[in-house]
């Protein structure tokens, strides 16, 4: 066994003793009409867009019940019945782990997934929280991003990294376990750290705009957050100076807990929000013929 499973065996067992105490909200026990979801999306970082003015509202913090999203999901919704959420996804662990507890499950991981991009893009997510929106108008959504979680759209060069491992183990075409994260080859000296976070922040940067137009299109008390944030070589603990990256399940330190509650109240009429939302499909449509002219 190598020194970067050695490690995370150790922390396994020290999570036990330092991290027991559960204080996350249940993000269904919020007020909301329509939740985003951005994928290991850290406090801070959506924090420093929200300075620039990329995304307006008002921001404040929650605090996860989990540090990875098959965590998270089973924290907030196993076993229960939400029959009044449709739950838009590019993340396939929603479809594994609680695709009973929704009125409706869109996995938009399988038919809108980009094989150029090994994920699926925002502009996909937008699209089909769009048609969600039109379709089931009496639903509160949940719109799960996959970004800013890797792969990194602006910069593909890290290798075999990301989330088709996953989607094709969903569909039985592969082993789950055969993905390796950048934050694994940024521990074992493969690649750069300043470069894939760098990358990673540009990933945000990216989804943002999709965001703020679903803000700005669906009526309604509409929040973004995230199932957890990451960590990016934080102390595990004050008194364990061990470095973690990216986001192991239940280690509940801050950077992995703390995550952005941006609160946008969109008060437009029913009318209103129909006419944009059939607006913006039309639109799309065009885009779409255009392309393939």
């Given at each position: 066994m ?20 559960n ?21 801070d ?15 404040e ?47 938009v ?11 699926v ?31 990194f ?36 000296q ?13 990933n945000?940067e990216?989804?943002?705009p999709?965001?703020?137009?679903i803000?700005?299109v ?10 957890h ?13 061990i ?11 801050k ?5 952005p ?22 639109r ?10």
């Amino acid at each position: 066994m190598d020194s970067y499973y050695l490690k995370y065996k150790l922390l396994r067992q020290l999570q036990k003793i330092l991290y027991r105490k559960n204080n996350g909200v249940y993000v269904v026990n919020e007020e909301w009409d329509n939740l985003i979801i951005l994928d290991a999306c850290r406090y801070d970082m959506l924090e420093e867009e929200y300075r620039k003015g990329k995304i307006q509202g008002k921001l404040e913090y929650r605090i996860s019940r989990a540090t990875c999203t098959p965590d998270f999901l089973k924290e907030n919704f196993s076993g229960k019945d939400f029959k009044d959420i449709v739950y838009v996804t590019g993340n396939p662990y929603v479809d594994k782990f609680v695709k009973e507890s929704f009125y409706k499950v869109i996995s938009v991981w399988n038919f809108g997934w980009s094989e150029r991009y090994r994920t699926v893009l925002p502009s996909k997510m937008y699209e089909y929280s769009l048609k969600a929106a039109k379709k089931y108008p009496n639903k509160r959504l949940i719109i799960h991003f996959m970004q800013p979680h890797y792969p990194f759209l602006s910069d593909m060069n890290f290798g075999d990294t990301g989330i088709k491992y996953l989607r094709e183990g969903m569909m039985g075409k592969s082993d789950p376990r055969r993905e390796i994260t950048v934050w694994k080859m940024i521990e074992i000296q493969k690649i750069d750290m300043n470069r894939v976070i760098v990358a990673y922040k540009k990933n945000l940067e990216i989804a943002l705009p999709y965001v703020k137009k679903i803000l700005t299109v669906l009526r309604g008390k509409n929040i973004v957050s995230a199932d957890h944030g990451n960590a990016i070589g934080e102390f595990f603990h004050p008194l364990i100076p061990i470095k973690v990256y990216g986001h192991p399940c239940g280690y509940r330190m801050k950077p992995l807990i703390r995550v952005p509650w941006l609160i946008y109240d969109n008060e437009i009429s029913t009318e209103k929000e129909g006419a944009m939302i059939e607006r913006e499909l039309l639109r799309l449509k065009v885009m779409k013929m255009k392309k393939n002219l």
